[in-house]
């Protein structure tokens, strides 16, 4: 596995913007078998830091499993521009992620970062809502369960 490429699928989901936030990770192999997915509940936050949040799980993934090279799949333009250099990061969080995101990149031997459309990110899109709604339906659970009980006297 050390020499082999991987294909790398992250996308971040808002449920407004703000609103509450997933992230979705898909890791392949060259041939496009799944070696891992995750999908994890951020809580509130914007779109663009759940973008980051995303890619930053799944670099960090693809170190777990001692990649060395790196094809990486983005619906996210603006995220795809920011790192190759096109558009510059300005907001102050994000320049702390774009950080992060760097310093993962270096520790691969090579990578390549690709602009793909949503309809090619399914996977990662799915596991990013599927958290957003396991952690919503768990709190509107728990908010019911809190409700005191009303009782009728006759």
């Known amino acids: ?45 914007t779109n663009n830091l759940a973008e980051y949040q995303a890619l930053i ?6 170190i777990k499993r001692h990649c060395r090279k790196l094809h990486i799949f983005l619906d996210s333009e603006l995220l795809v521009n920011q790192i190759n250099g096109a558009y510059r990061v300005k907001n102050d969080k994000l320049k702390i992620l774009m950080g992060d995101v760097r310093r993962l990149l270096a520790s691969f031997d090579g990578y390549i970062v690709e602009h793909i459309g949503r309809d090619k990110n399914q996977a990662a899109d799915k596991l990013a809502n599927q958290a957003i709604d396991e952690a919503l339906t768990i709190q ?11 009782r009728s006297q006759k």
């Open 57 to 62: 799980i799944g670099l960090e993934e693809a």
């Open 1 to 45: 596995m050390v020499n082999s490429i991987l294909n790398l699928y992250t996308d971040g989901a808002c449920r407004g913007n703000p609103g509450y936030g997933g992230v979705g990770v898909v890791l392949t192999d060259e041939k496009g078998n799944i070696l891992g997915t995750t999908g994890k509940f951020l809580g509130l936050c």
């Open 140 to 150: 509107e659970m728990g908010a019911r369960s809190q409700k005191p009980e009303v």
